[in-house]
């Protein structure tokens, strides 16, 4: 079967990938129908040997082709448009090891929730928001 398009979804990553049965037959199922990637949620990153998961996911036929944030960005409250300027200074170092992780994959990374709620100080968010992406963006070129 050839798709117009290439096909990905978005996964949590088990922090035991390799010996998750439930995640190993997701993978065949996606190897089965021709899918070509995967969006993961990684909650820590640092924990995982970047090689070893690549060579796991073409195991199947399959590239990590996102890195999604947002089961981090709950696990550790991260927001890049906190007012609580300690939050926003710990999501925008979280959201820089985030894209050195999905560098090594040549993924994208999804920001997401990682970007922050609503709030009734919408323009200040904004703005917050706004200066965390500029700090983080020369990073992601």
Same mark, same amino acid.
């Given at each position: 079967?050839?798709?117009?398009?290439?096909?990905?979804?978005?996964?949590?990553?088990?922090?035991?990938?390799?010996?998750?049965?439930?995640?190993?037959?997701?993978?065949?199922?996606?190897?089965?129908?021709?899918?070509?990637?995967?969006?993961l949620n990684i909650v820590h990153p640092e924990w995982i040997?970047? #090689?070893?998961?690549? #060579?796991?996911?073409?195991?199947?036929?399959?590239?990590?082709?996102?890195?999604?944030?947002?089961?981090?960005?709950?696990?550790?409250?991260?927001?890049?448009?906190?007012?609580?300027?300690?939050?926003?200074?710990?999501?925008?170092?979280?959201?820089?090891?985030?894209?050195?992780?999905?560098?090594?994959?040549?993924?994208?990374?999804?920001?997401?929730?990682?970007?922050?709620?609503?709030?009734?100080?919408?323009?200040?968010?904004?703005?917050?928001?706004?200066?965390?992406?500029?700090?983080?963006?020369?990073?992601?070129?």
């Amino acid at each position: 079967m050839n798709y117009l398009f290439p096909l990905a979804i978005q996964l949590t990553l088990p922090e035991d990938y390799r010996g998750n049965e439930t995640f190993k037959k997701v993978l065949q199922t996606l190897r089965n129908l021709n899918f070509c990637g995967v969006e993961l949620n990684i909650v820590h990153p640092e924990w995982i040997i970047p #090689e070893k998961l690549a #060579e796991y996911l073409n195991d199947y036929g399959l590239r990590m082709t996102m890195f999604a944030t947002g089961a981090a960005a709950k696990a550790f409250e991260l927001s890049l448009s906190s007012a609580d300027e300690p939050v926003r200074r710990r999501s925008v170092e979280k959201c820089l090891e985030f894209i050195e992780f999905g560098r090594l994959f040549g993924a994208g990374v999804i920001v997401g929730f990682l970007k922050g709620g609503l709030g009734p100080d919408r323009e200040q968010r904004r703005q917050r928001f706004q200066a965390s992406l500029l700090e983080v963006a020369p990073r992601a070129l």
